[in-house]
Structures are given as structure tokens and as C-alpha cells.
């Protein structure tokens, strides 16, 4: 085959090619120019083969750079949506915590309050028990020693000449009996510890509309410069100061804080 080839060639270079220089010359251009076209032709059809090519690369490039692009911009959107819902997340509960606070905080404060108002209840409860036991003070046989030693007390407490004595409408014949003894007892106290001799002016309250009331359990009231300057020596009263000193002791043995 490879020899048949050869033959060929060898027959155009000896045969036609100096064939052709008998022929006509328009028959050379022709073929010149044919030629030429071809040439041409096979160079445009390189150059579009090229474009093509090129296209092809360049769109090629341009997909592979949009897929990237829609890529990461997708990711970028998935990331921030994340974010989004991982932020409004965190804002509702800790929204709910809030209120989970705000909630539980409002049932502590209404237990305490509650707890507080039991606990005054029951502290009112005691007064009040403490009170009725005084009022059988006042029924027993020592009470008009003890009317004598309020008085007494209450003088030397005011410390004026002319006192004005007010007790219960069921305790006057009571204080009309101790009264000057209690002044008495009140003019020796002065004189032994001062050296000075009083005669105080101690009257008993007339007007019976201004007698104690039943719920100062007993006792007497001194009044000087017409009400100005008063003591109150009842057994309420008495009853309400040991009440607000003792109430710390009160309070820790009825409600013992836990542990």
C-alpha cells in the first residue's frame, strides 16, 4: 500500500504537474483561484471552529462560575436564615423565662402576703386571747392592789399637782377606795427619794361618758393641763407593750424559720 502511494505521487509530480504547463492559462486561474477559495474556506471554517471554541470555554466558564456564585449565595441566605431562627429562638425563650420569672415571682409574693396575713391573724388571735385573760385580772382579788400601783406609777410618771384619774364605770368605787392610799404611797415615794413634799390634787373623773371602755381590760388614765399631757396605764395598754417587745420571741416560737 505504502508503495502504490508512492507510485501515485510520483505519477502527479511526472505526469500533471508538467501537464500543466500546457494547459490554458484561464484554466490555471481558475484552478488558482479555486484553490485560494479553498484555502480561505478551510481558514474561515478554523476561525469559526475557534469561536466556537472559544464560546463554548467561555460559557463553559460562566455556568460553572454562576453555579458557584448560586452556591455560595445560597449558602450564605441558609446560614443567615439559621441565624434568624437560632436568634428569634433565643429572644422567645428567653422572653419565656421572663415571664416564667415574672409568674412564679407573683405567686412567691401572693404566698407571702398570704402567709403574712395568717400570721397577723394569728398574732391578733393571741392579743386578743392575752387581753381576755386580763379582763380576768380585773376580776380577781388582787386587782384593786394592783389599780393602786398603776396610779401610783402613772403619778410619778406625769409628774404634775393637779391629775385627773379616768378608769372603767364598773372600776370607780374600786378607785375611790385605793385613790388616797395611792396618793399617799405617790407624796412618800417623792419625799424619800427627793426630799420634797407634794400635796398633788388627784381627782376621779365625774363624767361618766368618758369612762373607759370595756376593751382597755382594766387599768386607769391620768390627764393633766386640761388633756394636754396624758398616761395611759390601762391593761391594753400595758398589754400592747409587752406584746411589741416580746413579738420577735413571739414570732420565733410560732413560726421556727425552716432550716
Do not use: W
Amino acid at each position: 500500500l505504502e508503495d502504490t502511494s508512492s507510485f501515485g505521487v510520483a505519477v502527479v509530480f511526472l505526469v500533471v504537474v508538467p501537464a500543466l504547463h500546457y494547459l490554458h492559462p484561464l484554466y490555471i486561474n481558475y484552478l488558482s483561484i479555486s484553490i485560494n477559495t479553498m484555502a480561505a474556506t478551510d481558514q474561515i471554517r478554523q476561525m469559526v471552529n475557534f469561536i466556537l471554541q472559544e464560546a463554548h470555554e467561555k460559557a463553559n466558564e460562566i455556568r460553572v462560575k454562576t453555579e458557584h456564585d448560586f452556591n455560595l449565595e445560597k449558602q450564605t441566605l441558609v446560614h443567615e436564615a439559621k441565624l434568624n431562627i437560632q436568634e428569634e429562638f433565643t429572644k422567645k425563650e428567653k422572653d419565656r423565662e421572663i415571664q416564667e420569672r415574672i409568674s412564679r415571682s407573683g405567686e412567691i409574693g401572693e404566698c407571702r402576703v398570704k402567709k403574712m396575713k395568717i400570721r397577723d391573724d394569728l398574732l391578733n388571735n393571741l392579743l386578743t386571747e392575752a387581753g381576755a385573760k386580763c379582763a380576768v385580772v380585773t376580776r380577781g382579788q388582787n386587782y384593786p392592789q394592783l389599780l393602786q400601783k398603776l396610779i401610783v406609777q402613772g403619778l410619778i410618771k406625769i409628774e404634775e399637782n393637779e391629775i385627773t384619774v379616768y378608769c372603767r364605770g364598773e372600776d370607780v368605787k374600786t378607785i375611790e377606795t385605793v385613790l388616797p392610799a395611792a396618793v399617799k404611797e405617790y407624796v412618800e415615794i417623792i419625799k424619800r427619794e427627793s426630799g420634797v413634799t407634794l400635796s398633788p390634787k388627784v381627782t376621779l373623773n365625774t363624767d361618766r361618758s368618758k369612762d373607759l371602755k370595756e376593751d382597755s381590760y382594766g387599768g386607769i388614765v391620768l390627764t393633766a393641763c386640761n388633756g394636754k399631757i396624758v398616761c395611759d396605764n390601762t391593761m391594753s395598754s400595758r398589754l400592747h407593750l409587752v406584746y411589741e417587745e416580746l413579738l420577735p420571741s413571739i414570732r420565733a416560737i410560732l413560726f421556727p424559720e425552716q432550716a
